[in-house]
């Protein structure tokens, strides 16, 4: 019976913590972003709600057409649905690398 009662609060207790994970709210990102490719383009991106992205305006950048946040990262997505890149928070803005060359990509405001 006492192992029985282990395993039961055992699966509460990750149900619970399922349930608190999911229910943390997901950061405002959509909007108006400069988007940082390497250390030198610069180019302006906007992260529309519905989780599409108007093609950045230049050659770098012009393949990212979907976003989306997972848990703590946001993914960048070409419209066939292609990784671009996983940018992690820093601060108000994000960073991370591009998965074709590897150039840094920063997005900020």
Do not use: H
Not at 36 to 64: F, Q, S, Y
């Amino acid at each position: 019976m006492k192992p029985l009662r282990t395993l039961l609060f055992t699966s509460i207790a990750f149900a619970i913590a399922a349930i608190a994970a999911q229910a943390q709210p997901t950061p405002d990102v959509a909007g108006s972003w400069k988007l940082a490719i390497g250390n030198n383009a610069v180019c302006p991106l906007t992260l529309a709600p519905d989780g599409t992205a108007t093609p950045a305006d230049c050659a770098a950048g012009d393949r990212i057409a979907r976003w989306d946040v997972a848990v703590n990262k946001l993914e960048l997505r070409t419209a066939s649905g292609e990784m671009v890149g996983i940018l992690l928070p820093k601060g108000e803005s994000y960073a991370g690398k591009r998965f074709s060359d590897g150039r840094t990509l920063v997005l900020s405001r």
